[in-house]
């Protein structure tokens, strides 16, 4: 079925590059400045479905093709384009459409030559910013020099946690570091509503590690299979990696192997699994603790590419972020090729009205700031925690056609409390373990790191996150409350006095 799936969108495909070479061609006889982006870019994900977009993925994936056809049309000495063999990086295709293509490829490909990589000046060239060509893939590869990772299954511990990695693994087959970008995020099961909202937007890896103590073990489970098995589309079968943990003195009673649950279809007629009152889980039956930081630092470590998205499973991403993000380190601009510091890329964050859509665009954002359907993210829960440096600006200024930095900020001053939610790498600092999300605060102490450490955060342009739709309004948990005061003290008392020792201090930096 996947086979013929493929098949049909390999050749849907070959249809539409034809057609938007035929288009191209007839464009460039009218319009001849280079780079043009002949292609529409279309982000708005509305009135399409995730399977419509799942599509134009894969056929705009493919201008790599149409760019060579191109570039030989207009007959340039240098054409950036690579033909590898590896057609699809992130999938496993089916022999017979991989043997097609290259097939294809020899009758119309008549220009590959190799692009200079290491050339400063090298201009990429690129059509289409929500898509990826083989030449920024290898110009990525060359700037970022990671090194690939497995994506094996294992049992290992974690201090007093268990955790089961990579339990149940996403079909995307091998990635190469520099590829692609892993959105890294935790949960409990009753959270796993947003997993399909999300990965319709993100389109690529998501690590996911799931707190399941003892009885929480079958429903989450079983929701795994209900996300994989009764939700129309296979994006969340091709994406999503789950983790699963939980304390040692909460084994679960039994643990299935998902070699085989994952053989016998899931019955679809049931209700989703974790459509449930959260106040009856066993963990909160229990009064556990949420480790927020062990499941934060759990998803990060499986994920095999070089950069990584952390963050909340109910923070839905903007649309084509990813091709966007990794075209604009591959042209390696102003700000990115003069900062010497340590890096990270904060997303801006904002709530939506529980009625309406989550937008796409920072345009259709900016249309609903104006009207109040949207607001800057906690606005009314805690104002300061997400202040962001020049965030009025950030509102205020139209969307570009290209991804960049809108502004390098640090966490000094007015900014000094700010829990940026960011893109960065496996280099940066961990989430410390000890703290729990009822205690709250619980990532100022890797923010007190970045600032120490000088980190830049250049603040994407473009890109925003949007938080599940619904406006938060400040409720007070008077049991919440006494845990965050204890948090609060050991940070002080404990974290701090450690922190300082194996990291220093540095003039503006706090907690
Ligand atoms: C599209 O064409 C390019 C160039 O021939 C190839 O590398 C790529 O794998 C194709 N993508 C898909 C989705 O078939
Ligand atoms: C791709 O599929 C082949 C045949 O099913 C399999 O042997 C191979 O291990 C797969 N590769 C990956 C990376 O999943
Ligand atoms: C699936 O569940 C429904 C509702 O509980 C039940 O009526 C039906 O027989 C089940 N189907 C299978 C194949 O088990
Ligand atoms: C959820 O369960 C708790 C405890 O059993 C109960 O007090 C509460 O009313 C329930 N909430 C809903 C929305 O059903
Ligand atoms: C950084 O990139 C800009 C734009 O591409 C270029 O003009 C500048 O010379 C580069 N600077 C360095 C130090 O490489
Ligand atoms: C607010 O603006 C958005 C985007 O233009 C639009 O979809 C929505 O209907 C507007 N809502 C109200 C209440 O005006």
Known sequence: MLGNRRNLIFRVSIVINIAVLLYAAMHLSVNTAPGVEWIPITVDGSERSAELRYLGREDVRNDTEMRSIESSVRNLEESTSQKTTSTMPTTNKTASS???????????????????????????????????????????KCLLTCTDKDFASQTVQRGEFWVLKNYVRADHGTIQCHETITYTTHAGFEFLDNVLPLVERWMAPVSLAIHAPGADMAPTVDSIRYLRDCTGNELIRQYVT?????????????????EKFLLTPYNCTLKPPYDVNSSTTYMKEKSLLYPVNVARNIARDAAVTHFILPSDIELYPSPNLIPRFLNMI??????????????????????????????????????????????????????????????????????????GVFHVGKRHGKYVHWEPIFIGTHQDPYYDERLSWEGKKDKMTQGYVLC???????????AFLTHKPGIKHYVKNPKREAIAGRQTNFVKNVIMPELKKLFGTRSGCAL
């Open 242 to 258: 789950f983790h699963i943990f939980f304390p040692n003195k909460h084994i679960p009673s039994k643990i299935q192997d998902p």
């Open 98 to 140: 991989t043997a097609s293509m290259v097939d294809i490829e020899k009758k119309i490909s008549a220009v590959p030559s190799d692009a200079d990589i290491t050339n400063e000046t090298l201009d990429l060239d690129v059509v289409d910013e929500n898509a990826l060509s083989e030449a920024t893939l290898t110009r990525l």
């Open 452 to 462: 120490v450490k000088d980190y830049d955060f250049m603040i994407l342009n473009n």
């Open 330 to 403: 591959a042209r390696n601009a102003k700000p990115l090729n003069t900062s010497t510091k340590p890096r990270v890329f904060p997303i801006s964050i904002f709530e939506v009205d529980a009625k309406v859509q989550v937008p796409s665009t920072k345009t259709e954002l900016q249309r609903m700031l104006a009207n109040k359907t949207a607001i800057p993210f906690h606005k009314f829960v805690c104002p300061n925690c997400h202040n962001i440096p020049q965030g009025l600006q950030w509102m205020t200024a139209p969307e570009t056609s290209q991804m």
